[in-house]
T-cell receptor, first 114, second 109 residues
Framework: DTGVSQDPRHKITKRGQNVTFRCDPI?????LYWYRQTLGQGPEFLTYFQNEAQLEKSRLLSNRFSAERPKGSFSTLEIQRTEQGDSAMYLC????????????FGEGSRLTVL | GQNIDQPTEMTATEGAIVQINCTYQTSGFNGLFWYQQHAGEAPTFLSY????GLEEKGRFSSFLSRSKGYSYLLLKELQMKDSASYLC??????????FGAGTTVTVRA
């Protein structure tokens, strides 16, 4: 069990550029979640997957955001035409749908849009 | 959807007890979680309640009343390392977790 890993840990980009984040969940976990967190706030739900199926995408999320989990293992979150308001920590988490089903979080990918 | 409220900040003295309250309104309930998050780090799981009552885990306890939409996290024998943000989160029947804004606890010597 190597934990949830995210890459890159930090990304600085200019407004209008596209960025992609990768998340590798704990291997036996079938649920994968993406959250966004800004300073002083709790994690805000973006989307989640069960295996390769995307179950829900937040209504607050614009169509510039897209996520995939093509083989039910790692996931990518892409933000197109970034805006300064996209600056945040993007957290990935995974879980099993059994027992308590708690989420295990990665260290996050911090995005700064200039 | 979920509406989750918790105090923004609390301060307590080392060795003391602090209780963090959380109230929620939900369209579906499948468990309440507490997470701890140190500055600049990822949230880590502390406790889980799905039935009414108290769950005790060392210095930390969590209580749930589903009829009142209310939970609290009790931190006993506070240590400096307990200074962190504490996040209340509610899970819906589809295993989606929604978080409150977090309570920043500062432990003073």
């Amino acid at each position: 069990d190597t934990g949830v890993s995210q890459d890159p840990r930090h990304k600085i980009t200019k407004r209008g550029q596209n960025v992609t984040f990768r998340c590798d969940p704990i291997s036996e976990h079938n649920r994968l979640y993406w959250y966004r967190q800004t300073l002083g706030q709790g994690p805000e739900f973006l989307t989640y997957f069960q295996n390769e199926a995307q179950l829900e995408k937040s209504r607050l999320l614009s169509n510039r955001f897209s996520a995939e989990r093509p083989k039910g293992s790692f996931s990518t979150l892409e933000i197109q035409r970034t805006e300064q308001g996209d600056s945040a920590m993007y957290l990935c988490a995974s879980s099993r749908v059994r027992d308590t089903g708690e989420l295990f979080f990665g260290e996050g990918s911090r995005l700064t849009v200039l | 959807g979920q509406n989750i409220d918790q105090p923004t900040e609390m301060t307590a003295t080392e060795g003391a007890i602090v209780q963090i309250n959380c109230t929620y309104q939900t369209s579906g309930f499948n468990g309440l979680f507490w997470y701890q998050q140190h500055a600049g780090e990822a949230p880590t799981f502390l406790s889980y309640n799905v039935l009414d009552g108290l769950e005790e885990k060392g210095r930390f306890s969590s209580f749930l009343s589903r009829s009142k939409g209310y939970s609290y996290l009790l931190l006993k024998e506070l240590q400096m390392k307990d200074s962190a943000s504490y996040l209340c989160a509610v899970r819906d029947p589809y295993f989606k977790l929604s978080f409150g804004a977090g309570t920043t606890v500062t432990v003073r010597a």
